[in-house]
């Protein structure tokens, strides 16, 4: 990477942070959904399902953290559209800077965003008896899944907020995502699922992330989970990213 492009990504993602610590309300939406729905499930559903010898907030974190982040990415689709609409990605063009920084910025102001919310429904989790005897390396290895994790759905996000023809489409691709969790074992055992629901809960990729960091947060070996939910984070990641890049340089053509 060229040292314009890195310094033109700093300048225009301190930009996109500005707007951002302006309307503080962007975060705190984001977080108020699966904070009520970590509040629903623990409190209300909590007592009628097992979650073995763990306490059910315990069980139920990992999944809620995907959950902020699914959440917070549409705010990346809406302001990158929001963007586009204006015209200053034509002012941009039209300026020495390197093409690709613009995304970036977008990319690393919503990375640093998702995880702010994920540190404050950390901090809601702990209040309602979230405990882990993890340690440095094993959140380290939980902060790089779920940094792994954003930057896969920014770079989707990415591609609705430059395809979308409207500010509800460039939103409303994250719905999928946030419903995928449920189908997942973030909530129950997969093994109590009926046979269909089973076989897709087991082989998609919230599922394997959601092992990965509950055996961290737990003290368990990873085992083969750890593998699969990173070939799914890297998979996802390159992917998106191509089709971003290809999307973005026909819009700017």
Known sequence: MSKRFLGDTALLTGRSLRHIMRSPDTIIT????????????????GGAISAGSDSYVTYL?????????????????????????????????????????????????????SLVSVVVVVGVALVMGFRSGAGVLAWLAVAGILILFTLALTWLAVIAGLSAKSVDGASAFSYPLILLPFISSAFVATATMPGPVRAFAEHQPVTSIVNTIRDLFIQQPVGTDIWIALAWCVGILIVAYSFAMVTYRRRIS
């Open 61 to 113: 974190l990992p999944g809620i953290l995907l959950i902020t982040i699914a959440s917070s990415i549409s705010y990346t689709a809406f302001r990158l559209f929001m963007d586009m609409k204006s015209g200053i990605f034509e002012r941009f063009q039209s300026m020495p800077i390197a093409r690709s920084s613009v995304l970036w910025a977008h990319v690393l102001t919503s990375l640093v965003a």
């Open 30 to 45: 984001t977080t108020i959904m699966p904070i009520a729905i970590m509040l629903l499930f623990v409190y209300v559903f």
